[in-house]
């Protein structure tokens, strides 16, 4: 008991760590996109394009390293080997990586068209972020949850303080200050949101830098050659997932029109981020269950649990699902600054709905979880990944950003399927499927109808979120009384 309480408690520490930085990115987005900040759509495109590559290089620049010292770090005996090799390993890489582009940084701007002084600063924030990798992943093996999370709040708050200092209130302060006023700078918005992000990486990789003063370093090549035999899968399928995530950017900017390319970038990525509510609870969801997948593995029967997590989720997810679709038009005046952006809306229901069945898939994964078979994690992510890409390089053509939020809904729908047909045949769960199916045909439907036939009518929108909620406590009441009495 002892133990699954220190569990819980973990993945609820981390877990907080990892939903609320993504909470507080509200914040900016609703900065970052007020037409007194930035002075166009096409600089929030822009800044959008840029953290697509983010995400992308992010994954590169750790290889799998972190998985692999994970996996090593608890099966051998010498951990301070598996420390130094690891470490070493991505030192050496990302000062690689680093001299390589600054070198070649000016023709890197010119191939993803990108001015030099921005990617200037994002060599220097990859280079610091790939630093940290190893010593938050010793964090986390330690059992050291409480720290971990604690830097990594600060990281974000660091990062929000100075974009709301840089771009809100050094303008005002530098017409009352000479020292101030000989540090702003005009028409530099776009800069001052990748400094704030450099001064956060740098502080965070200053926080951790103990841990490279107390480390033995020791270099076992045969050591890492099976780390990175380790890694590879894990690399293959990040740079999957991130194509699935954020590549729609980089191909909307290549396949539209150069003219309209920043400004339909900046649009998508601002109406994306209102499916970010679904997007915290399928993350929150699967730091919490991924525990108790594991836990419960040997426990007397885990399918039928495992069936009733998928129940509830659905459910919780239908409820959210309709919920943002029915109060997107107050949302978007929350948390998009500009009217400008809100051309895009028509994505929201598409993207919310992608976001739903990508948290079911990782329900659905848990049989190759349980049973070792996490290749087949692999396989599946690079399948939605080249689904992805086919998809957005046939419709962005022709229905620009539109395409690559249905490319996204059918991506993730259909690495869903995958799952539950493999899952079927080397591990079946006894889904209730008719269940299942119900709220979400009936959950889809009325978010369309809403949506798209009576958007603005909240009489209507409210009274179907109101059936909906009626008939789930109708057909769930039993078990939520059961829940009730064991409390």
């Not at 992943?137 to 971990?148: G, S, T």
Request: charged content about 15%; some cysteine; glycine content about 4%.
């Amino acid at each position: 008991m002892s133990t699954l309480k220190s569990l819980f408690k973990q993945t609820f520490i981390y877990g907080l760590a990892t939903v609320l930085p993504r909470m507080l990115s509200f914040l900016l987005v609703r900065l970052h996109t007020d037409e007194s900040v930035l002075k166009s759509v096409a600089d929030y495109g822009d800044v959008s394009l840029i953290y697509s590559y983010f995400v992308l290089f992010n994954v590169i620049l750790a290889y799998g390293m972190e998985t692999a010292f994970f996996r090593f770090f608890h099966k051998d005996d010498d951990k301070s080997t598996v420390i130094g090799t690891s470490s070493i390993s991505l030192i050496a890489t990302s000062v690689l990586f680093f001299i390589f582009a600054l070198v070649f940084q000016n023709q890197i701007a010119s191939f993803i068209d990108i001015k030099v002084e921005y990617i200037n600063l994002v060599i220097w924030i990859l280079l610091l972020d790939a630093l940290v990798i190893i010593p938050f992943a010793w964090l986390r093996a330690n059992a050291r949850p409480i720290k971990y999370a604690i830097i990594k709040i600060l990281n974000v708050a660091i990062n929000l303080g100075l974009n709301l200092f840089l771009l809100l209130w050094l303008k005002d302060l530098a017409t009352e200050s000479s020292l101030l006023n000989s540090i702003y700078k005009p028409d530099f918005e776009i800069n001052y949101i990748f400094i704030a992000n450099l001064v956060a990486s740098a502080v965070t990789l200053l926080l951790m830098s103990p841990f490279y003063f107390k480390i033995k370093y020791i270099f076992n090549t045969q050591l890492w050659k099976q780390m990175m035999r380790y890694a590879f899968p894990v690399l293959i399928a990040g740079v999957a997932f991130s194509i699935n995530e954020t590549f729609d950017r980089i191909l909307l900017d290549k396949l539209l029109p150069e003219n309209i390319a920043k400004t339909e970038i900046g649009m998508y990525s601002a109406c994306y981020k209102l499916g970010m509510f679904m997007t915290l609870f399928v993350t929150a969801f699967k730091l919490g269950v991924e525990p108790f997948f594991f836990s419960h593995a040997n426990s007397e029967n885990p399918k039928k649990n495992y069936a009733k997590i998928l129940d509830y989720f659905v459910i919780f997810g239908c409820i959210i699902l309709l919920g943002v679709v029915v109060f997107a038009d107050v949302l978007k005046v929350i948390l998009i600054g500009d009217e400008a952006y809100w051309q895009a809306m028509v994505i929201v229901p598409i993207i919310l709905l992608a976001n739903l069945c990508l948290g079911i898939y990782h329900n659905l994964s848990v049989w190759y979880k349980v049973t070792d078979r996490t290749k087949f994690g692999a396989y599946i992510s690079v399948f939605g990944a080249l689904l992805t890409l086919a998809l957005n390089f046939w419709l962005i053509p022709i229905i620009s950003y539109v395409g690559s939020a249905i490319a996204t809904l059918s991506a993730y729908t259909c690495m869903m399927l995958v799952s539950y047909y493999y899952g079927k045949k080397y591990y079946p769960i006894p889904y209730n499927l008719k269940k299942i199916s119900w709220y979400l045909i009936l959950s889809v439907g009325l978010s369309a109808i809403t949506f798209y036939g009576f958007r603005g009518n909240y009489l209507v929108g409210i009274s179907a979120l109101i059936v909906f909620l009626a008939l789930v406590f109708q057909l769930e009441k039993n078990d939520l009384k059961k829940l009730l009495k064991r409390s």
